[in-house]
T-cell receptor, first 110, second 114 residues
Framework: EDQVTQSPEALRLQEGESSSLNCSYT??????LFWYRQDPGKGPEFLFT???AGEEKEKERLKATLTKKESFLHITAPKPEDSATYLC???????????FGTGTSLTVIP | DGGITQSPKYLFRKEGQNVTLSCEQN?????MYWYRQDPGQGLRLIYY???????QKGDIAEGYSVSREKKESFPLTVTSAQKNPTAFYLC?????????????FGAGSRLTVL
């Protein structure tokens, strides 16, 4: 069964304290792995798509990496405005569904 | 600006009532989706549609219904048969359903059953 597990559930960082969020997945043929950011009471906002092991993508203080079993979202020198819930989702080649993890709630303290 | 508009943002329903959540997109996307989000759970798929006049059930379709009469519109009806409808509902779209296409989400509708 296709599934996604994110850890930790919650993370508190001091401003400038770098860390990583984990997304472990089990899927029968990965079509794509997606990272989204969600602010409270709003819809998720797209960050990255990764397609194959070894791929990396960066955007400002965020860097996403992918292996055959997991993805990491690295946050370098975070700022308070990076506080949000980060969601990971996978899509398999069989079927058109996206499978979402439960998210990591990140709080960056000034 | 292109995007997805969901309405209403907040909705209160009495038990036994049906309610309809609106979702409109001007992105010219073929595929549209409805997800339910509950605290501590990942987004769960209710229904999706790949083309006008066609839609498929997701993992939690019981108690919900949809229609896709126009490419731009994909309304969701929460019926009285849905036993626990209080949740945050998200509509999304993608260019089509054939590739690893990015989902674009609306701002969500929060339904509370009184």
């Amino acid at each position: 069964e296709d599934q996604v597990t994110q850890s930790p559930e919650a993370l508190r960082l001091q401003e400038g304290e770098s860390s990583s969020l984990n997304c472990s997945y089990t899927v029968s043929g990965l079509r794509g792995l997606f990272w989204y950011r969600q602010d409270p009471g709003k819809g998720p906002e797209f960050l990255f798509t990764l397609y194959s092991a070894g791929e990396e993508k960066e955007k400002e203080r965020l860097k996403a990496t992918l292996t055959k079993k997991e993805s990491f979202l690295h946050i370098t020198a975070p700022k308070p405005e990076d506080s949000a819930t980060y969601l990971c989702a996978v899509q398999a080649w069989t079927g058109n569904q996206f499978y979402f993890g439960t998210g990591t709630s990140l709080t960056v303290i000034p | 600006d292109g995007g997805i508009t969901q309405s209403p943002k907040y909705l209160f329903r009495k038990e036994g009532q049906n309610v309809t959540l609106s979702c409109e997109q001007n992105l010219n996307h073929d595929a549209m989706y409805w997800y339910r989000q509950d605290p501590g759970q990942g987004l769960r798929l209710i229904y999706y549609s790949q083309i006008v006049n066609d839609f498929q059930k997701g993992d939690i379709a019981e108690g919900y219904s949809v229609s896709r009469e126009k490419k731009e519109s994909f309304p969701l009806t929460v019926t009285s048969a849905q036993k626990n409808p209080t949740a945050f509902y998200l509509c999304a779209s993608s260019i089509d359903a054939s590739g690893a296409n990015v989902l674009t989400f609306g701002a969500g509708s929060r339904l509370t059953v009184l």
